[in-house]
Structure formats: C-alpha cells, structure tokens
C-alpha cells in the first residue's frame, strides 16, 4: 500500500508509530499542507521509523502525482478538508487530524465526497486507543455502571507559545474543535448517542497574545436519550504542572459511576465495595488500526460516521459559543 | 436572643450545632412548618445541644406567640419563603434552608420584607465554612491562581430512599434549587461575579419511582467577566461509594488551577513544581457565625444579597432546563 503523507502540524506520529506494526508499506511523497508549513519534523519521524519518502512542494501535487492508496492529512486545520475531499474524489483512502473540517460548509463538502468514495477514513482521535480510555470503554460496554446518564469531560492543556497557525480561526479553527474535540468525541463514543443540542461558551480574554486562540471553553450537550453531557477545555494548565495535559472523564449511569483521572479508570459500582482501580489494557495504534481494516484485518476504533458526527458537534458547538445561543442538530 | 425553629426536614443540625458556641440564647419554640412534618429530629437535635423548647403546632402560631428574635426556617423546600417573609415582616432575623424559596415570585416577596425589615438574613450555605471550601476560599483570594476563567463544580450524592416532599415540584422545588444549589453558590462566591445567563438540563429518568425528582442536571453558566462555570448534579452515586456525597469543584485563573476533591485543596501555580496539597484551615459554624453577625461580633460567611442571587441562579437554570432554553439575569 502507497501511502502520502501531507502536513506536519497535527499528529502525524500516530501514522509514522504505526508503520513499524504494518507489512508492504511504500511511503509514496511527502509533501506540506498549508502556506509556510516546515515537513522537518514528518520526515525525522519517517526517518526514525526506517522510512524515507520523495518531497514534493505541494499537498495536491502529491496526491496527483503519487498517486497514494492512503493519504495522511495533518496540516494546517483550517486545510484539512480540500485534501481530505480531493483524495476522497480520486478514490483514496484518509487519514485525517480532526476536526475533519473547521466549518460546516467544508465538512459537508467531504461527507459527500466519501459517500461516493467506496474508500474509508478515519479522523486521528488517537486518546480513544490509549490504555485508560480503553479500558474504560471496555467497562462501560460490559455493562459496569449501567445506564449513562450523565457525563463530565475535561481536557486541559498547558498554552506554552503557540505559533502563527493557532493565533487565526481561519488556521485554527478554534479551541472547541481543536482542543474540545478529544473531549466531544468521548462524549459520542462512550454513550453511543447522538447529539441533540449543544450550548457553548468560549472566551479569548486572557490568551497572552495569542490572536484569535480561545483560553477557555464551555459546551453543554444534550444527547439522544435526555443524556446530559459538560465538556470543559481551557489552556490554562500550569507550566509547574505535572504534565502536559489533564484528560478527564466521569461518566454516571444507573448501576455506577466510572471516572478517568491522571490515566487510571476508577470504577464505583455493586460489585465492591468503595472504588476500584481497574487493570489498564494495553494501548493500540490507531494508523495501524486503520490500515488494517482496509485490509480487512479488523475494525479501526474510529469510524468515518463518527469522526463527521464529532465534528460537526465541534463546529456546532463552536456557532453556539460566537452566537451565545443554543444549537439544534 | 430568642430563636425559634420551623421544621426539622433540612440542616436544622446547623443551627443546633452553634448554640454550643453561642451566649445567652433561649429557645423560644419549635414548630413544624410544613403538612405532615416531624419535628422529631430537630427535637434530638436539641436535647443533645442541651436545650429544650414549648411546641407548637405550626410555624406562623410560633412566630405570633413566641415573638423569636430570631428564625430558624427548615421545613419543606417550598415552604422556606412564607416563613422567612413573615418573620421579616416583623422584624426578626432569618436563618433559613437553602434555596431561600423555589418559585421567583416567593423569592421576591422575601427580598422585598427584607429590603425594608432592618434585620439579617442568611441561607444554609453550609459547605462554605468546611476545611477545604474555606482554605480553597483564603488561597483564590490570596490570588493563589491568578484572576479566574473557568470553573467547574460537582454535587453527587447517593439517592437512597427519599421521603414524600422529594417526590412533588411543589415540595421539592427540584434537583437544582436543592442539590445544585451548593456548586452554583460557590460559583458566585468564587468568582465574586455576577450570574449573566445559565443554559441548564435535568432529566427525571431513572430516578426509581421518585415522582418529580430530577436524577440528574447539568447548568452552564455565563459569568460577568466572561467566566465559564459549569455546575454537574446527579443522585447517580452508587451505594458502594466510600462516603454519600462527592463535592468538587475545580477552579481555573490566569496563575494557577485550584481543586477541591475528597475534601482536600489541590493546587498547581507557579510558586511549586506539581500539584501542593493545602493544609486545612479548621471548620466554623455558620449559625453561630451569623448569631455573632447580629450581635456585631464578626461577619458572616454567607450575606443575604448572596443568599437571594444564587437563589435567582437555582431558579433560572431550572426555568432554563424546563424551557430548553438559555435564560438571563
């Protein structure tokens, strides 16, 4: 399989860590998404991963000339959608950093383009393959804490300085589908609902100079089956802090409460007294995932539908915060 | 001073916890102030404080006769308001169950006895005088985190099996005014601001044959200063939990980020490397605070304006998640 790789803002290192679990990989081209992009750190983690890949000066070069299977698209947010679209047109299959698109308009543009792909896409919501986040799936799906009723998520990041690219929506998109997203799609993956309504607030005070960059964000979701669901992002995690970033999900249903919390799920339910630690599973690759499934070797964790649902609430969500109005779906 | 104690369904323990502290009070009666209500337990209560008190039937008759100085009002939730407006008609101080009232028009009349009545007046915000509510109170005023841009708060609590005035809207009032209430205090203690708007939901599903009551509810409010703050409430905590309520709340400023879990202060800024357990500031009463208030002996912790806002808050957020829809202050 022929794959392109185009951008190097995004996580690209979840497609180049997962070459080393995959057979009869050609890394086709590389080439930068968005205007003034550096592919320095896409080819050190080709190099580091034993591959090397022909440079090409523009994304959509790359996808005419080198005809990948497989595009991974990781560059500016804003560009995410006319790669995706375009590799979807001419059969391609995508890997995508979300948000898929950053408005609504370019999101459609690419769900149409894969209706008639026949190809498969999944967006990098790579959390959802770490240890903690799949064993806590694994505990909901075996019926641990019942019902959901309610969930609470919470990402939290350090700002540090952040460059051009984060400082313009139109680069950006924003801090509820960039950041927010992560936490959204927990939201969609863990209930398995869909969502009704969502009402959000974002604030740019305080962002040190950061342009258009959101500090702080709010979203109230409401989800089919009156589940109520908070999802909370800022940048305001301390540099002293401990880590990067503070990942949060607690999730309560009719027979208990589950919660992720500094990488460990804590379970309360009947069948212990006081709370449990559970055992983590191991975490998985989700490039490699992908891959796979194309070669029909499996299921990826993350499948198209969800990853245009998760943004299009992204970006629903986002209208409600510059609006200050609740928005249907 | 002569206080007199209406019914004996919410913390009237806040009251006779204090009179230990207090000087020359006599209890001038006890009243239960709703239909059905036994003023047994405040009648425990009171023998274990040491003191003992002439029934009456009803709650107005014991204002009437026993002229107090000063109220104690903890009957049903929907009765707070008639109790408080009378016994501010008259001038007497009133140390009343939170919410103040469960309907905006009672809680109206109140503020309006009290705007004439000369007397105090505060609510039973209980969790602000414990440990860690009144140590992470001295740090964010301390400045500890900077100026504040986030905040979210959590009440959960085991359900159990509750009594006939949970069950009616009439009684109860709802999950909001009475469980929410505490977060969406400390939300306006906090942050000092002022309530701009709350989008809310609550659903009464699964809530094992409890009539009205709502199992869970969430609130997103909007802050003066553009701060965030979401309240989470549910009675989803399961039996096995290690203690019946799970108080949090997790603050978020421009120089640090302060929590309270577990009963403990967490916090992470600049002054340390990684996350400082706070050493706990000791407990107070807040009825004996507020006693000390009138006698002019200290302030209390909990002032009447703050009393009648978040009130107005419980209210409007409930309004909003009857409504579906964002409402103002």
């Known amino acids: 399989m022929k794959i392109g790789l185009i951008g190097s803002t995004g996580h690209v290192s979840i497609a180049t860590g997962g070459l080393r679990e995959l057979q009869g990989i050609e890394v086709a081209g590389m080439a930068p998404g968005s205007a003034g992009e550096s592919m320095e750190k896409a080819a050190q983690l080709l190099d580091k991963a034993g ?119 139109d680069t950006y998109g924003g801090t509820i589908p960039w950041v927010g997203s992560h936490a959204i799609d927990w939201v969609l993956w863990f209930t398995g609902e869909r969502f009704r309504s969502v009402y959000a607030t974002h604030s740019r005070e305080e962002n040190r100079g950061h342009g258009d960059l959101e500090m702080s964000a709010q979203c109230q979701f409401v989800m089919t089956g009156g589940i109520a669901a908070s999802v909370s992002v800022d940048y305001l995690r301390p540099e002293s802090a401990p880590t990067h970033g503070d990942d949060r999900i607690r999730i309560a249903g009719t027979e208990g409460v589950l919660e992720i919390r500094d990488q460990e799920v804590l379970l309360i339910n009947g069948e212990a007294s006081g709370i449990q630690k559970l055992k983590l599973l191991e975490s998985r690759n989700l490039f490699a995932e992908f891959v796979h499934s194309i070669e029909g070797r499996g299921e990826c964790t993350v499948s198209a539908e969800e990853s245009f649902l998760c943004t299009e609430a992204c970006l629903k969500a986002r209208q409600s915060a510059d609006e200050s109005r609740v928005v249907l779906f």
Chains 1, 2 share one sequence.
């Open 51 to 169: 591959f090397s890949a022909p440079r090409y000066d523009d994304g959509l070069r790359l996808i005419q000339e080198a005809k990948p299977d497989l595009v991974v698209i990781a560059c500016h947010f804003g560009d995410h959608a006319r790669y995706a679209e375009e590799a979807l047109r001419r059969g391609m299959h995508v890997f995508v950093e979300k948000p898929v698109a950053t408005t609504l308009a370019d999101l459609e543009k690419v769900r149409l383009a894969y209706d008639t792909a026949g190809t498969r896409l999944a967006a990098m919501f790579g959390s959802r393959t770490t240890p903690a986040f799949r064993t806590a799936y694994q505990a909901v799906r075996q019926g641990k804490i019942g019902r959901i009723r309610l969930v609470q998520a919470q990402k939290s990041y350090r700002l540090g300085i952040r460059k051009a690219p984060y400082l313009s929506r």
